[in-house]
T-cell receptor, first 113, second 114 residues
Framework: QKEVEQNSGPLSVPEGAIASLNCTYS??????FFWYRQYSGKSPELIMF????GDKEDGRFTAQLNKASQYVSLLIRDSQPSDSATYLC?????????????FGAGTRLAVHP | DTGVSQDPRHKITKRGQNVTFRCDPI?????LYWYRQTLGQGPEFLTY????????KSRLLSDRFSAERPKGSFSTLEIQRTEQGDSAMYLC????????????FGPGTRLTVT
C-alpha cells in the first residue's frame, strides 16, 4: 500500500465548475497536510496546508481534512483554464522533530473552456 | 527574488561522470531538503539539513550521493559515477523552523545522464 494515494486522473472539469481532488494516507500519525500545484516542467508550488480536522479556505481553494478517515481533499471553485496542472498531496509522518514530505503521485486536472 | 534558487537548471552528462548541484534557500530558512522527482511521480525525499547538520538520509541516497551544507546557508548535492537511472529532476526546498514548517521549492535541476 502506498503511503499517500491519489487518483492520477485526468480530472476534466468545465471552466467555472468546482474541481474536487482527493487524497488518502496510510500513516494514522501523520501531522500536517499540504497541497502543491505543479505545472508541466516546473517545480511544485505550495497552495494550501492544513493541520486540524475540518475545512480551511483561501480564496478559491478549500482544503478539507478528516483524520479519522485518513482523507484530505482540495476543492477549487470557479475553475479556470490556468488551474490546469498536476496537484500533489503531501503529508508529514510522525517524525518527532521535522517534516519531510511524503508525496502522492499527483492528480492531473484539466479545465476546459 | 527572495525564493529558493538552484543551479544549474539543466545538466546533461555522460554515464560515469560526476555532477554537483547547488541550492540557495530562502535567506532566513534554517531547514533545507533535497528531493528527487521522476516523470509521473511525486517528489521523493533524499536528505534533510537543519542549519549545517545533515540529520537524515533516505535509503534512496546511495553511497554515490553526498550532500553538504557547510555554513548552514547554501547546500550542494554531488552524484559520483552517474548512472542512467539518476536521470531525474532534483528539487531543493527550504523552510523555517517553527510549528508550521511549510516547504518552498526551488525551480529544480533537471539531470539527464546519457
Amino acid at each position: 500500500q502506498k503511503e499517500v494515494e491519489q487518483n492520477s486522473g485526468p480530472l476534466s472539469v468545465p471552466e467555472g465548475a468546482i474541481a474536487s481532488l482527493n487524497c488518502t494516507y496510510s500513516d494514522r500519525g501523520s501531522q500536517s497536510f499540504f497541497w502543491y500545484r505543479q505545472y508541466s516542467g516546473k517545480s511544485p508550488e505550495l497552495i494550501m496546508f492544513i493541520y486540524s480536522n475540518g475545512d480551511k479556505e483561501d480564496g478559491r481553494f478549500t482544503a478539507q481534512l478528516n483524520k479519522a478517515s485518513q482523507y484530505v481533499s482540495l476543492l477549487i471553485r470557479d475553475s479556470q483554464p490556468s488551474d490546469s496542472a498536476t496537484y500533489l498531496c503531501a503529508v508529514t509522518p510522525f517524525s518527532g522533530g521535522y517534516n519531510k514530505l511524503i508525496f502522492g503521485a499527483g492528480t492531473r486536472l484539466a479545465v476546459h473552456p | 527574488d527572495t525564493g529558493v534558487s538552484q543551479d544549474p537548471r539543466h545538466k546533461i552528462t555522460k554515464r560515469g561522470q560526476n555532477v554537483t548541484f547547488r541550492c540557495d534557500p530562502i535567506s532566513e530558512h534554517n531547514r533545507l531538503y533535497w528531493y528527487r522527482q521522476t516523470l509521473g511521480q511525486g517528489p521523493e525525499f533524499l536528505t534533510y539539513f537543519q542549519n549545517e547538520a545533515q540529520l537524515e538520509k533516505s535509503r534512496l541516497l546511495s553511497d554515490r550521493f553526498s550532500a553538504e551544507r557547510p555554513k548552514g546557508s547554501f547546500s550542494t548535492l554531488e552524484i559520483q559515477r552517474t548512472e542512467q537511472g539518476d536521470s531525474a529532476m532534483y528539487l531543493c526546498a527550504s523552510s523555517l523552523h517553527d510549528t508550521e514548517d511549510e516547504q518552498y521549492f526551488g525551480p529544480g535541476t533537471r539531470l539527464t545522464v546519457t
